[in-house]
Nanobody, 115 residues
Framework: QVQLVESGGGLVQPGGSLRLSCAASGIFFSSAGMGWYRQAPGKQRELVAGITSGGSTSYADSVKGRFSISRDNAKNTVYLQMNSLKPEDTAVYYC?????????WGQGTQVTVSS
């Protein structure tokens, strides 16, 4: 059974930082492409950042230079370091795994940026 468990969300002031973690189980993690998506109220879910099994990264234009995705294959965990947070970053953040033409989702973690 595949499980993706996110953690690290919370309330932070504008300009602050958070680090999200996603622990995976039930998949051959090192072979999976991993991504972070987010969904704000009334908006579609969007890709924030992705990292391939080989370690190549990509980012949405809105977070370039502020967010950083990384992975630790020994811990089956992917991270999203978020710096210089803005109110418009407020959303539920979801971890995604793609492997062998299948995708899996975590339950999401809330990030709220507000003063």
């Amino acid at each position: 059974q595949v499980q993706l468990v996110e953690s690290g969300g919370g309330l932070v002031q504008p300009g602050g930082s958070l680090r999200l973690s996603c622990a995976a189980s039930g998949i051959f993690f090192s072979s999976a492409g991993m991504g972070w998506y987010r969904q704000a109220p009334g908006k579609q879910r969007e890709l924030v950042a992705g990292i391939t099994s080989g370690g190549s990264t990509s980012y949405a234009d809105s977070v370039k230079g502020r967010f950083s995705i990384s992975r630790d294959n020994a811990k089956n965990t992917v991270y999203l370091q978020m710096n210089s947070l803005k109110p418009e970053d407020t959303a539920v953040y979801y971890c995604n795994a793609a492997i062998r033409a299948r995708t899996y989702w975590g339950q999401g973690t809330q990030v709220t940026v507000s003063s």
